[in-house]
């Protein structure tokens, strides 16, 4: 069976300080992979894709960054947050087998940017 | 490109009551993939249903949608609110092999006794 882990579970961070969260997926090899953000009370936001490793197409970018250096880890990164990225992030697979396939969404992180 | 529309913000429901939300698409091609998540307090969302099928009615957990292709929609409903379905519900459509699907806004179900 797969499973979707994200790290961490939760992030207190400074306005300015750097940032990375990270997802992995195992049991599924060659996934394809998204990051999302949800604002408290809001709606889903797409911000990448990637549907192989070293390939990252950006939705919108809000300042951020991502990385697929395994074929089972994504990486969503930036330099300096703000305070407008707080909120919960999201990480799905899903597999690579065209429009037919659902979205499996990990736990999520939720990160507040003080 | 792809879009979806869906049942604005809020839908609050009294127990007992029937659902339905509204989800129509926008797409070029002819072979859209339509879901439904859910997603339910401090959770991930989760799926729902799931459907290519023009005019086939989809069912799961007591909730049914049926794909229109000919009024490009694909509304969720079910006969009878539960509390417990008080949770945030997206549709999202897969179209032309593009590998990034596109999500509706979100609607807002709150079931109150």
């Known amino acids: 069976a797969q499973t979707i882990h994200q790290w961490p579970v939760a992030e207190i961070k400074a306005v300015g300080s750097p940032l990375s969260l990270g997802c992995t997926i195992k049991g599924k090899s060659s996934p394809n992979l998204y990051w999302y953000w949800q604002a408290t009370g809001g709606t889903l936001q797409q911000l990448f894709y990637s549907i192989t490793v070293g390939q990252v197409e950006s939705v919108v970018q809000l300042n951020l960054s991502a990385s697929r250096p395994k074929d089972d880890q994504f990486i969503l990164s930036t330099e300096k947050l703000l305070l407008s990225h707080s909120g919960f992030y999201l990480c799905?697979?899903?597999?690579?087998?065209?429009?037919?396939?659902?979205?499996?969404f990990g736990p999520g992180t939720r990160l507040t940017v003080l | 490109g792809d879009s979806v529309t869906q049942t604005e913000g809020l839908v609050t429901l009294t127990e007992g009551l029937p659902v339905m939300l509204n989800c129509t698409y926008q797409t070029i091609y002819s072979n859209p993939f339509l879901f439904w998540y859910v997603q339910h307090l401090n959770e991930s969302p989760r799926l729902l249903l799931k459907?290519?099928?023009?005019?086939k009615r989809t069912e799961h957990q007591g909730f049914h949608a049926t794909l229109h292709k000919s009024s490009s929609s694909f509304h969720l409903q079910k006969s009878s609110a539960q509390l417990s379905d008080s949770a945030l519900y997206y549709c999202?459509?897969?179209?032309?092999?593009?590998?990034?699907?596109?999500f509706g806004k979100g609607t807002s179900l709150v079931v109150h006794p």
């Open positions: 799905a697979w899903s597999p690579g087998l065209g429009d037919y396939a659902e979205q499996f």
């Open positions: 459907s290519f099928t023009d005019n």
């Open positions: 999202a459509l897969t179209s032309g092999g593009n590998y990034k699907p596109t």
